[in-house]
């Protein structure tokens, strides 16, 4: 099994059909699951499942993962080359009281049938024991937000 950090391919296509709705009036809902090693979660990604191969089990941890808050609606900025580039971004998540090991993430859209937006990939196993388990999004700008389209 393998992780791969992408925004999804089809979360690529389902921007271009005005699927996911980012913005301040009537958001949608996004949430945040965790992946063991285990899990096969990359590009081809299309939805978050209950029970999907991999996804973390343990204390503090609840199947589906977190809700996450849009800390920066879209917006845009020019990146280092110069090119105009919109982002968004969410507020840091956190499981407290938790003992697990992720090695990955999807976030996705419930409102949406669970349809995948992107996938983190943390680079090696994360293991907390008893303590917080925190994801911190990069600097929400042109340059860093977790979700960019340039």
Known sequence: MSI?????????????????????????TFKCALFTGAGNIGPDTTQYTPGMTGEVTGTGYTEGGNL??????????????????????????????????ARGALIYNSTQSNKSVAVLDFGADKTVNDDTFQIIFPTPDANSAIVRIS
């Open 68 to 101: 996450l808050t849009i800390s920066v609606s879209p917006t845009y900025g020019n990146n280092l080359a110069s090119i105009p580039t919109a982002y968004i971004s969410f507020q840091n998540t956190s499981w407290t009281n938790a003992t697990f090991t």
């Open 4 to 28: 791969s950090q992408t925004a999804t391919t089809s979360f690529k296509v389902e921007l271009l059909q005005a699927v996911h709705n980012f913005g301040p009036t009537s958001p949608n």
